[in-house]
């Protein structure tokens, strides 16, 4: 739609959200997504890979509600709709933080000095060589 304030110079309408209607609409992509994750274990409701299919599909959903709208996605309204299912869904998914550690001293010993010897004896072996150059022919 263009909007023709100086003749001859059309610009563009600008459409703005609207975000009563998009948040009317979110909630059925939510109940959608509720019933697919019925099809998942609870306990499973962790491991993306369980739902990765119903999740992108809730996603999608989600976009297309707020673009039907005229409004961008992401933006703050939707973000608040998904953090809501997200509380809903995922609130015992806990990211368990590995903690590193060192290993004993024995064995990162080790594992340093077997790099270092084969490298010395590499090169032992390359002048070796190089100097019996008799046997090379």
């Known amino acids: 739609m263009w909007l023709n304030l100086f003749p001859g110079h059309p610009v ?5 959200c609207n975000e009563s209607l998009m948040l009317e609409k979110l909630p059925a992509c939510g109940k959608s997504f ?4 019925k099809k998942v274990d609870s306990k499973k409701w962790c491991n993306l890979t369980e739902f990765i299919m119903y999740y992108d599909n809730f996603t999608q959903c989600t976009e297309r509600e707020a673009n039907n709208a005229s409004c ?6 939707a973000e608040g709709f998904i953090t809501g299912i997200h509380k809903q869904f995922f ?3 806990t990211s368990e933080k590995v903690h590193w550690e060192d290993p004993p001293h024995e ?15 590499m090169i032992t072996l ?3 060589c190089s100097k019996r150059s008799d046997i090379l022919v």
């Open 12 to 16: 563009p309408l600008l459409l703005l």
């Open 34 to 37: 509720e019933e697919m994750m």
């Open 72 to 77: 961008f996605w992401p933006n703050p309204l």
């Open 91 to 93: 609130s015992n998914c």
């Open 107 to 121: 064995i990162l010993i080790t594992l340093i000095l077997i790099p270092v010897m084969l490298t010395c004896a």
């Open 126 to 128: 390359v002048v070796w």
